[in-house]
């Protein structure tokens, strides 16, 4: 047993970096792509729940946009702003977040945030099954675009079939990660059963 829990235990990296989807590599790439240039360590970026472009409702945008911000803060160049503030400000203010906003309305959401740049971007399917990111850093001073990307990502993740999208989703599983569980349960299952097949006496009083 010791010799299959020791073989199990050095699979454990390898089976991670497998299951480790390859669309998570590209948000990396994509907020150094977008901060490229960008200076001042006082600067606050926030970023908007990216929509699909024909406006379909759907958890994918959240998805995208919680993994850039993440990429964000591990990239430590300026101070990110909190999504559910930046969420909790377009609600507010009734606005769709979407690649194109006027000026007023980016001055009007990185005021009440505050935020010094904020990240808009659009959802496009595409027929492999990926989907294509557009985004866009705005200054909100002058409402400029600063730096525009674009990236297709992997879609590793499953929404909600009535697409409510309320935010709550679902990560495929991957086959070589489920192997790796059913090994595990079965070991864990054969060790109860061991331990249970142990009849002790019970105490003479």
């Not at 089976?15 to 490229?36: C, F, I, N, T, W």
């Not at 960008?38 to 606050?44: I, L, P, Q, R």
């Not at 006027?102 to 989907?131: F, H, K, P, W, Y």
Request: aromatic share 4%; net charge neutral; with cysteine.
């Amino acid at each position: 047993m010791k010799t299959l829990i020791a073989a199990l235990l050095l699979c454990v990296p390898a089976l991670s970096a497998a299951a480790e989807p390859d669309g998570l590599a590209v948000y990396k790439r994509l907020a150094g792509e977008l901060l490229k240039g960008c200076t001042g360590a006082d600067h606050k970026v926030g970023v908007a729940n990216f929509t699909y472009t024909d406006g379909r409702k759907s958890e994918d945008g959240d998805v995208v946009s919680e993994r850039l911000t993440t990429e964000l803060v591990r990239l430590g160049k300026f101070r990110v702003t909190e999504r559910k503030d930046v969420q909790q400000v377009f609600a507010e203010l009734k606005l769709q977040a979407s690649g194109a906003m006027d000026e007023d309305s980016v001055r009007n959401v990185g005021r009440m945030v505050g935020a010094d740049l904020l990240i808009l971007g659009t959802l496009s399917e595409l027929s492999d099954g990926r989907i294509e990111v557009n985004a866009r850093l705005v200054d909100v001073a002058s409402g400029e675009i600063v730096n525009a990307v674009r990236v297709k990502v992997r879609k590793d993740w499953r929404g909600r079939p009535d697409g409510a999208g309320d935010g709550r989703v679902e990560f495929r599983k991957d086959e070589k990660l489920e192997q790796y569980d059913k090994a595990i349960r079965k070991y864990m299952d054969e060790k109860a059963g061991q331990q249970h097949s142990v009849v002790k006496e019970p105490p003479s009083f």
